[in-house]
């Protein structure tokens, strides 16, 4: 996540509307970027940076490992790639592999700490779907 992302989330309606403000004269996310530099001084300062870190990585890994695996069943279900690279599903299931290595050696508290980072975030975002739909449900 970047300044640029938060301000994307916010102008999209995912994050709130204050967040995707634009400076007029320099006509960059300010406050996204004010919030974003905040909480990283935050973290900085408060030593919990390595964890933050740590489960930014893991939330990496488990986003490319599904991205790997979605591959491979995509290439099975619908054929070859409109542009072929030899060796993609080879490369994809060595991907997935290296994920799923990585992903051994975290602890279980991290594993949870990410879980739980996740489903804040999805609440984040069916909060943000439920006020601009109006709190009608699909």
């Not at 509307?17 to 990283?40: E, F, K, N």
């Not at 900085?44 to 991205?67: D, E, W």
Request: with cysteine; hydrophobic share 55%.
């Amino acid at each position: 996540v970047a300044p640029r992302g938060i301000f994307a989330l916010a102008e999209a309606g995912d994050l709130p509307r204050p967040l995707a403000a634009v400076h007029s004269a320099w006509r960059t996310p300010y406050v996204a970027i004010a919030v974003y530099a905040t909480l990283a001084w935050l973290l900085a300062i408060t030593g919990t940076f390595k964890y933050v870190l740590t489960i930014f990585v893991i939330s990496r890994m488990l986003a490319y490992g599904s991205t790997a695996g979605a591959l491979i069943v995509l290439r099975r279900r619908e054929g070859t790639a409109p542009v072929h690279i030899r060796g993609g599903v080879v490369i994809s299931a060595l991907a997935l592999a290296a994920c799923v290595a990585l992903l051994a050696t975290v602890s279980r508290d991290a594993v949870r700490d990410v879980f739980i980072v996740l489903g804040v975030g999805f609440a984040i975002r069916a909060t943000g779907s439920a006020v601009r739909s109006g709190g009608k449900s699909p």
